[in-house]
């Protein structure tokens, strides 16, 4: 089956897919943003199984149960903080998608969501952070593996109108209220 990208405007923690990622920090201790709502809805199973991981790189993606999440992992992984374009931003940032969802293949997921890595607190920009996002996850989907649904789950409105807008071109699945399909699905 083709997998289908979807792009929601939601509350990562309610998705109900077999594994959210997280924006994470090197440290894997937690955090603000998505790192911290993640957290606080896994329950603290999660930092202690994350204190066994021994940090992450920028880049690179680790895996952990989900707890009390709907999730049943969570794929850590860590963006690189925006400093003007000229130190590997986009390059790491690329990396994110493709070793979380080269994790989750490796494990047989089928459905994993994304946030908007890096644009938050890490200040990358958020229009060209989605275009690498749909341009590595597209890549990626070129080669057959387990994963069947990748969800772009956008916090505002304005991220999930700005990937819709880059979505609709390649004519991926969109889902809007009352559509039905995995995304409303995912919302558990
Ligand atoms: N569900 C979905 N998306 C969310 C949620 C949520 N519950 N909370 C925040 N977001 C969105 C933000 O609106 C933003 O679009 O996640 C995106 C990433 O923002 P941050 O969480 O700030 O992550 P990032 O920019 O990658 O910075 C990571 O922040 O919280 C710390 O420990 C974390 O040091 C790390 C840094």
């Given at each position: 089956m083709t997998p289908t990208l979807q792009t929601l405007q939601a509350d990562i923690t309610q998705l109900d897919v077999d594994a959210i990622v997280n924006a994470a920090n090197t440290s894997l201790m937690g955090g603000g943003g998505v790192d911290g709502a993640i957290h606080r809805a896994a329950g603290h199973e999660l930092v202690a199984e994350c204190m066994t991981l021994n940090g992450c790189r920028t880049g690179e993606a680790k895996i952990t149960q989900g707890y009390?999440?709907?999730?049943r992992h969570v794929i850590h992984t860590v963006g690189p903080v925006w400093h003007g374009g000229g130190n590997g931003e986009p390059e790491l940032l690329r990396a994110c998608y493709q070793n979380s969802l080269a994790l989750a293949a490796e494990h047989g997921l089928q459905s994993i969501a994304f946030p908007?890595?890096?644009?938050?607190?890490?200040?990358?920009?958020a229009d060209q952070a989605a275009e690498i996002a749909l341009e590595a996850v597209k890549v990626f989907l070129q080669k057959p593996s387990s994963i069947q649904t990748v969800i772009f789950c956008c916090f505002s409105e304005a991220d999930r109108a700005r990937y819709e807008r880059l979505l609709s071109p390649i004519g991926a699945t969109q889902q809007s209220p009352?559509?039905?399909?995995v995304a409303e699905d995912a919302l558990g």
């Open positions: 009390r999440l709907k999730a908007c890595i890096s644009t938050g607190v890490y200040r990358f920009p009352g559509q039905g399909g």
